[in-house]
């Protein structure tokens, strides 16, 4: 009777690991270690007698090794295997802003234009500067603070809106048949547009994959949203402020922001620079 000749490997081929695509580990590449759930963005590769290591720094600061070993790490929710990155250097494009647009080395902000930018609420205009800050300097845009849409009409009859002078609105969870729907069309006209994006709060427009998370919370009705937030990943004390601080130094550029809001925000830009400007 013949023996059947057997492979070192017997693991089922249904139960073996596929390879994971291999991710070159370049420099800023946010990515999360699976074993231990460290988040943070490359700062370096280096070759030791153990193998390639990398060393990542999350959004205080803080800087850890890893060995670069197959299904290590997690990109965007996905398994991937970190290379070194090649050696060669890549071809120097333009300087560009956090927004994405081309930087001018040397440019003085302008003097400012009649027309202004409002944004509802202090974390959303804390996110522009952040974002788009550099342009706005440079095209002589001046960014308001909206305490509340209610006081959106009273603004806008005080500021007097005309041709040289366009005023440009962002409000929070402006969606069909809510107040703040309402008082936007109240208030729009040919020199005043307001847009707004669709979620709860400004917190929502950052990727979690910039915040070291997978999803944001849904939040029950009637409770307060950023403290229900804070409570269901566990960032205690409960602190609003200090959480959205937390937030914010994940947003490094518009990459970590949802298109929803990078499209109102250049939309608002758009409007208030295409008026003729005095100078």
């Given at each position: 009777m013949r023996s059947r000749q057997y492979g070192p490997d017997l693991t089922p081929p249904w139960k073996k690991q596929q390879p994971a695509p291999e991710v070159a580990a370049d420099a800023d590449?946010?990515?999360?270690?699976?074993?231990?759930?460290?988040?943070?963005?490359?700062?370096?590769?280096?070759?030791?007698?153990?193998?390639?290591?990398?060393?990542?720094?999350?959004?205080?600061?803080?800087?850890?090794?890893?060995?670069?070993?197959p299904r290590g790490f997690l990109l965007e929710g996905r398994v991937v295997t970190l290379v070194r990155p090649s050696s060669?250097?890549?071809?120097?494009?333009?300087?560009?802003?956090?927004?994405?647009?081309?930087?001018?080395?040397g440019a003085r902000a302008r003097v400012a234009r009649a027309g202004r930018i409002y944004v509802e609420?202090?974390?959303?205009?804390?996110?522009?500067?952040?974002?788009?800050?550099?342009d706005l300097r440079i095209e002589g845009?001046?960014?308001?603070?909206?305490?509340?849409?209610?006081?959106?009409?009273?603004?806008?009859?005080?500021?007097?809106?005309?041709?040289?002078?366009?005023?440009?609105?962002?409000?929070d969870h402006l969606v069909p048949g809510s107040k703040e729907s309402r008082i936007a069309t109240e208030v729009t006209g040919e020199h005043v547009l307001v847009v707004g994006h669709p979620y709860v709060d400004v917190w929502e427009a950052v990727k979690p994959s910039s915040?070291?998370?997978?999803?944001?919370?849904?939040v029950p009705r009637g409770q307060d949203w950023k403290t229900g937030v804070c409570e269901a990943l566990g960032w205690r004390p409960v602190n609003t402020g200090a959480?959205?601080?937390?937030?914010?130094?994940?947003?490094?550029?518009?990459?970590?922001?949802?298109?929803?809001?990078?499209?109102?925000?250049?939309?608002?830009?758009?409007?208030?620079?295409?008026?003729?400007?005095?100078?």
């Open positions: 590449l946010v990515v999360e270690e699976v074993t231990t759930g460290f988040c943070g963005a490359v700062v370096r590769c280096e070759k030791t007698a153990q193998g390639p290591v990398v060393t990542l720094e999350d959004r205080f600061g803080k800087h850890r090794v890893f060995p670069m070993e060669a250097p890549a071809p120097q494009g333009p300087a560009r802003t956090a927004s994405g647009s081309i930087a001018v080395p609420g202090r974390h959303d205009a804390e996110l522009v500067e952040r974002v788009w800050g550099d845009v001046v960014v308001e603070y909206l305490e509340g849409v209610d006081d959106l009409p009273a603004i806008v009859r005080s500021f007097a809106p005309g041709p040289d002078a366009r005023l440009g609105v962002l409000v915040v070291g998370i997978t999803e944001w919370p849904r959480a959205w601080q937390r937030i914010l130094s994940g947003v490094r550029s518009y990459k970590d922001l949802e298109p929803e809001l990078l499209g109102r925000v250049e939309e608002l830009i758009d409007f208030v620079t295409a008026a003729p400007d005095p100078r």
